[in-house]
């Protein structure tokens, strides 16, 4: 059964620059291929400091609004992921709202939510529980996923990365939930946190977090295959699910090695749930040496068992889950928009028709820690001018845009992050980084007064126009009295508009 709410339509923002990981590799004098082969990592974006968690969000924000041709009324919930906290009152979806302003639209619900990485994905469940809801009042919702992920100097910094999503939610969209099929595990751990108020780097324990999310990954997994199970049993299927009923599986990607790691992962899963599986022919073959009597809880680091089941999900990650890691490879891990960065690039290098009726399965993550893997199935309509048609278009260009951005030396790089270390929440502050290597459309920080009350201007699209375009300042904001919203329209029952870019929930 689907639901027919989810994402409508999906926008990706990420910096205009990158340093390049086989260049960082020999400036911080490591062996060649720890950072390109090691974890599968060949650019990593980063922000400058005229960027923050507050800047990415509104540039992601208005850029999906644009690109559909949306009024800000039309939007009655928007929520927002991220563990980039500058503030510890205000959210940054109060800030956001500075965008919705002109239409005087202000009856907008919706919050920050904070969990690590799974911040992004709490965000989206929330948006399509809400247009499901008997609080639903026929507009679209926002879920909104972004991050700035910086790390001290050392081996976890080739790790990081920028950008932030934008995800439209309302009825009749290409991609639908499948209802029910969640497979959830929430855990205490220390496995990666950020107990420094005063800095912006977390505390990572490498083995613990690899540990905790394989773990996550196997009870996910295992929920939601007993799930999908019942309900085939339900609806008479006989039938056992494995990863073959997956069209594609996403995972959030802190690196891209450890999602090759965690596809064959999944396989060892199936491998283990299939007591009479065929080890001479098909997806086990090979395998006849691993007893099915394992404990999965014993094998995070056994060699042995990732060596072999990484050479027996070869075929399977080339045809499943390689296409999603386009952006992780390119820029990094986003940490809340990561999962859906990877979403993103499948739908970004297949047509409409090879989409089409496919499952694609994601695997969501955040330490602490909490995790989901859910699926989506997507719409059956390719035809010219059907959501999937937009929302594939929309995105097409996504491999260019990457392409697009400026390289960066690592000694450049080196001295951004230095920067970003020694002015982290200073007050009162005016940033440094030059606003012509924006990209244009771009939100960036302004000045930061003695009060630490943050101001921000978006450089123009047009690049003949002054670059100081739409200056937005946090005191003339809270001084702003919004016309009162007169109607608030409701979706109509079907359109050719953006509403069929969206994400929906299958049958609201």
Same mark, same amino acid.
């Given at each position: 059964?689907?639901?027919?709410?989810?994402?409508?339509?999906?926008?990706?923002?990420?910096?205009?620059?990158?340093?390049?990981?086989?260049?960082?590799?020999?400036?911080?004098?490591?062996?060649?291929?720890?950072?390109?082969?090691?974890?599968?990592?060949?650019?990593?974006?980063?922000?400058?400091?005229?960027e923050d968690i507050n800047s990415l969000c509104l540039t992601v924000v208005q850029r999906l609004m644009e690109r559909n041709g949306l009024s800000y009324d039309q939007v009655g919930r928007l929520e927002v992921g991220?563990?980039?906290?500058?503030?510890?009152?205000?959210?940054?979806?109060?800030?956001?709202?500075?965008?919705?302003?002109?239409?005087?639209?202000?009856?907008?619900?919706?919050?920050?939510?904070?969990?690590?990485?799974?911040?992004?994905?709490?965000?989206?469940?929330?948006?399509?529980?809400?247009?499901?809801?008997?609080?639903?009042d026929g507009r679209y919702a926002l879920a909104v996923a972004g991050d700035i992920a910086v790390y001290a100097t050392g081996s976890a910094r080739p790790t990081g990365g920028a950008g932030a999503i934008a995800m439209?939610?309302?009825?009749?969209a290409p991609l639908a939930f499948d209802r029910g099929l969640r497979g959830t595990h929430m855990q205490h751990a220390y496995d990666f946190y950020k107990p420094d108020m005063a800095s912006e780097y977390p505390v990572?324990?490498?083995?613990?977090?690899?540990?905790?999310?394989?773990?996550?990954?196997?009870?996910?997994?295992?929920?939601?295959?007993?799930?999908?199970?019942?309900?085939?049993?339900?609806?008479?299927?006989?039938?056992?699910?494995?990863?073959?009923?997956?069209?594609?599986?996403?995972?959030?990607?802190?690196?891209?090695?450890?999602?090759?790691?965690?596809?064959? #992962?999944?396989?060892?899963?199936?491998?283990?749930?299939?007591?009479?599986?065929?080890?001479?022919?098909?997806?086990?073959?090979?395998?006849?040496?691993?007893?099915?009597?394992?404990?999965?809880?014993?094998?995070?680091?056994?060699?042995?068992?990732?060596?072999?089941?990484?050479?027996?999900?070869?075929?399977?990650?080339?045809?499943?889950?390689?296409?999603?890691?386009?952006?992780?490879?390119?820029?990094?891990?986003?940490?809340?928009?990561?999962?859906?960065?990877?979403?993103?690039?499948?739908?970004?290098?297949?047509?409409?028709?090879?989409?089409?009726?496919?499952?694609?399965?994601?695997?969501?993550?955040?330490?602490?820690?909490?995790?989901?893997?859910?699926?989506?199935?997507?719409?059956?309509?390719?035809?010219?001018?059907?959501?999937?048609?937009?929302?594939?278009?929309?995105?097409?260009?996504?491999?260019?845009?990457?392409?697009? #951005?400026?390289?960066?030396?690592?000694?450049?790089?080196?001295?951004?992050?230095?920067?970003?270390?020694?002015?982290?929440?200073?007050?009162?502050?005016?940033?440094?980084?030059?606003?012509?290597?924006?990209?244009?459309?771009?939100?960036?920080?302004?000045?930061?007064?003695?009060?630490?009350?943050?101001?921000?201007? #978006?450089?123009?699209?047009?690049?003949?126009?002054?670059?100081?375009?739409?200056?937005?300042?946090?005191?003339?904001?809270?001084?702003?009295?919004?016309?009162?919203?007169?109607?608030?329209? #409701?979706?109509?029952?079907?359109?050719?508009?953006?509403?069929?870019?969206?994400?929906?929930?299958?049958?609201?």
């Amino acid at each position: 059964m689907l639901t027919s709410l989810k994402p409508l339509f999906i926008l990706i923002y990420f910096p205009s620059q990158y340093v390049d990981q086989a260049e960082l590799e020999q400036f911080d004098g490591v062996s060649t291929g720890k950072y390109t082969v090691g974890l599968g990592q060949a650019r990593m974006g980063f922000c400058s400091d005229r960027e923050d968690i507050n800047s990415l969000c509104l540039t992601v924000v208005q850029r999906l609004m644009e690109r559909n041709g949306l009024s800000y009324d039309q939007v009655g919930r928007l929520e927002v992921g991220t563990e980039t906290i500058i503030d510890k009152s205000k959210s940054v979806k109060t800030v956001v709202m500075q965008l919705f302003e002109e239409s005087g639209n202000t009856d907008v619900e919706g919050i920050d939510t904070t969990n690590a990485c799974y911040g992004g994905t709490a965000a989206l469940f929330n948006a399509v529980n809400w247009v499901e809801s008997s609080s639903w009042d026929g507009r679209y919702a926002l879920a909104v996923a972004g991050d700035i992920a910086v790390y001290a100097t050392g081996s976890a910094r080739p790790t990081g990365g920028a950008g932030a999503i934008a995800m439209l939610v309302g009825p009749n969209a290409p991609l639908a939930f499948d209802r029910g099929l969640r497979g959830t595990h929430m855990q205490h751990a220390y496995d990666f946190y950020k107990p420094d108020m005063a800095s912006e780097y977390p505390v990572v324990d490498g083995k613990l977090s690899i540990e905790c999310y394989l773990s996550a990954l196997d009870r996910c997994y295992s929920v939601y295959r007993n799930k999908i199970h019942a309900q085939w049993q339900r609806e008479g299927v006989d039938k056992r699910f494995s990863l073959e009923d997956f069209g594609y599986m996403v995972f959030h990607s802190p690196y891209c090695k450890l999602v090759q790691k965690s596809l064959a #992962r999944l396989v060892l899963s199936d491998f283990l749930s299939h007591p009479r599986s065929n080890t001479e022919t098909g997806p086990f073959s090979g395998l006849e040496a691993f007893s099915r009597e394992v404990k999965p809880e014993e094998t995070y680091f056994n060699r042995d068992v990732e060596k072999a089941f990484m050479k027996a999900s070869t075929e399977m990650f080339d045809q499943k889950t390689k296409a999603s890691l386009l952006v992780s490879n390119q820029n990094g891990n986003m940490y809340t928009p990561s999962v859906y960065g990877c979403l993103a690039s499948v739908i970004a290098q297949h047509t409409p028709q090879h989409l089409a009726g496919q499952r694609i399965g994601l695997f969501s993550y955040g330490s602490g820690f909490a995790a989901t893997l859910y699926s989506l199935r997507v719409s059956q309509d390719a035809t010219p001018g059907s959501g999937l048609d937009k929302l594939c278009a929309s995105l097409c260009d996504l491999k260019a845009r990457l392409d697009s #951005r400026r390289k960066v030396s690592p000694a450049m790089f080196a001295e951004n992050m230095q920067l970003r270390e020694d002015t982290h929440h200073l007050a009162p502050y005016v940033p440094q980084g030059a606003v012509e290597e924006l990209f244009p459309g771009t939100w960036h920080l302004t000045r930061v007064d003695e009060k630490h009350r943050r101001e921000y201007s #978006r450089r123009s699209l047009n690049d003949d126009l002054p670059l100081e375009a739409g200056l937005v300042n946090s005191t003339t904001a809270t001084e702003h009295i919004p016309s009162p919203v007169k109607k608030m329209p #409701r979706l109509p029952a079907s359109t050719a508009g953006p509403e069929a870019v969206t994400v929906s929930n299958g049958d609201h």
